[in-house]
Each structure stands twice: as C-alpha cells, then as structure tokens.
C-alpha cells in the first residue's frame, strides 16, 4: 500500500489535505512537529492528543520536538522574519526538511501538506513555494493536495501512485471551499484558523526577540519562561518573572532551573519568581521589591515583608518595600 507522511499543524487544510489524499486508498501518517513556540504542550499528552486527531478526524499523528534545529534557525533565518519575529518561509523548510528525514522511518513515498496558494501573503506565493520546496530538499516529493491542480504535478501523480484529478485548485484567501469540503467529510468541530504559533503575536514575539539579543544560547526553559507571567529587565542585567495567579506560581517553580532563584514571600501571600542571570546586589533588591509590590496588601500590616532567594546552591533573604510604579515603568518587558 503507498504511504505518505503529512506535514500537520491540526488546522483545517492540514486535516484535509490527509483526507484528500486518504480518500484514494493511501495511507496517511501525520507528523505534528513542535517547540515551544508551537504545540510544546502537547508533548505531556501525546497519547491522548493522537487519540483525539483519531477518533474526531481519522487521522494518525505523531509528535515530533525540533526545538534545538528551530532555536538555531530563528537565530538568523535566511528569508527573514514577518511582521513580528516569524520566520515563516525558514520555519516550512525546516519542518520539510525534517519531514523529508522521517520519510524512510515512515515508509512513505511522499509528503504533503495543506498549503493553498495565494492563501498567506509571503509563505504561500507561487515562487515561494517553489523556493521552499528547493530549500528542503523536496522538489517532487512533495505534493499540496488542495491547491495540486495550480501547481506542476509532482512524482507521486506522474507516476500514478495519486490520481491527480481527484486532487483540488484552491487557490487565495478564501475559506468557503475548504468548509464545504469539511462538510463532505463530515468534518465538524475542526479548529479556527488563529495564531497558534506565539512568534507571530506581537508582544510575545518581541520578548523571544528580545531574549535572542541578549543569550548567545537558547534553553527551552527560557523559552516557556518567556511566554507566560510578568517579565522585568533588571538595571544590572538579569531577568525576573512573576507568576499573576496560582496556576502561573505552579508553572514557575517547575520551570526554575540551575542556576536560577525562586523568589516568594514565605511569611505573605504573593506572586512566585524566578531570577534569572542575577550577580549585582541591586538586581536581588529590585526583584525582592517587585515581589512585595505585586503581593497581596495586608490591611494594619507593615508594608515590609521578607523576600527568599532560593537556588539549588544557596539560599537568601531579603527586607523589602513595595517597589514605586515610577522606579519600575522602563524594566517591563
Ligand atoms: S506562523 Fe509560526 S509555525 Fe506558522 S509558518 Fe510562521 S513561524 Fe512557522
């Protein structure tokens, strides 16, 4: 039986470029590849995610993390980025590329993936696609089976293992064919078309930005750092978060690593932090204020409290005040 291995965000075209494909008698696996600036979370629950893409879609997925080749992508990625800090056009050839690596594992004969051309103004013109499939190695084995009658067929249709006729001429922006072809499948609760992928959101994309500028070496800790919590730029150079609930202090404490300090106020109800890149006394002060002033106010209560600086080496206390909104207005991130 031929097989043939899909590029799969979980978005609608990806679904249906599997079930296009599917539909001819090819058997289709999906490969959903993440980092922490897409689909990270997944990893915890892989079983049931693929059960879930299973049951609801008919389709076998399986995770695969490429954040170290990413981070280094990101760094400096030939074609640029997009509006924000996206490196779109790079990102594809990297996913291709490793997707291309999988085809053997996978037994598949070719790739494919949902893109329509025309539908995304710089990834999914004409040229790019062309530059994206030259860049990844794929000429020819990579076939787009919602916009394939637009483009120059590939070796999977001229040596007959797809029937080109039976594939789709999307083309641009609109979303009308794709839903009525949703509903052919009797495809239902897919997701939206939004973001997914924290790179192309504004203000997050200008942390990351922010974090590459001053780290020669990307961790993946850092990275899920950056995307939640509170973020402050010391005067001296180091970097604090501060968790806004509950659920941000949990996230916190798993995310401190060697190195770093976890930051609360043992006697007062507060937020959690992790310091991070912390050597100047006036960084723990400054951290130790910002923990007091986003703590809770206790009415008849000195606003002094004790801060504790907790890293797997050593242990510190502070006495801090609040720190004044005007001393720390620059220092968000
Ligand atoms: S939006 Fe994000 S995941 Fe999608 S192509 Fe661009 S960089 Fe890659």
Redesign the pocket.
């Known amino acids: 039986m031929t097989k043939a291995l899909a590029l799969f965000?979980g978005g609608l075209d990806s679904l249906l470029a599997c079930r296009v494909v599917a539909a001819q008698g090819i058997a289709v696996q999906a490969v959903k590849f993440v980092t922490p600036?897409?689909g990270y979370e997944l990893l915890a629950r892989e079983e049931d995610y693929a059960r879930t893409v299973r049951e609801r879609y008919g389709i076998e997925v399986v995770l695969r993390d490429v954040s170290e080749p990413y981070f280094a992508m990101l760094r400096n990625p030939p074609h640029g980025y997009?509006k924000n800090f996206?490196?779109?056009i790079d990102?594809?050839i990297l996913?291709l590329t490793e997707a291309r690596r999988l085809m053997e594992e996978f037994s598949a004969s070719f790739l494919i993936t949902g893109e329509v051309i025309g539908q995304r103004p710089m990834?999914q013109r004409r040229d790019t696609l062309r530059v994206i499939e030259r860049d990844s190695g794929c000429t020819g084995i990579l076939l787009r089976p919602l916009c394939a009658k637009n483009l120059e067929p590939t070796l999977a249709e001229r040596e007959g293992l797809v029937d080109r006729e039976l594939l789709l001429d999307f083309n641009g922006r609109g979303r009308q064919p794709q839903i009525q072809l949703a509903e052919q499948f009797g495809i239902r609760d897919y997701p939206r078309p939004a973001?997914?992928?924290v790179?192309?959101e504004e203000h997050q994309a200008k942390r990351i930005a922010w974090y590459y500028s001053r780290y020669p070496q990307v961790r993946t800790n850092d990275i899920r750092l950056l995307l939640f919590g509170r973020h402050f730029r010391l005067p001296h150079g180091a970097w604090l978060v501060l968790g806004r609930d509950e659920a941000e202090n949990g996230r916190l404490g798993a995310l401190c690593a060697p190195g770093d300090f976890l930051v609360h106020m043992p006697e007062r109800s507060g937020p959690m932090g992790v310091l991070h890149g912390a050597e100047h006394p006036e960084d723990f002060a400054a951290a130790a204020g910002l923990v007091v002033r986003f703590g809770k106010k206790m009415a008849g209560v000195s606003a002094l409290a004790t801060v504790l600086f907790a890293s797997r080496e050593e242990e510190r206390r502070l006495e801090a005040e609040p720190l004044g909104d005007e001393l720390f207005q620059g220092w968000s991130l």
């Open positions: 965000s600036f897409f997009g996206n490196p779109c990102c594809k996913l990834s973001g997914g992928c790179l192309t």
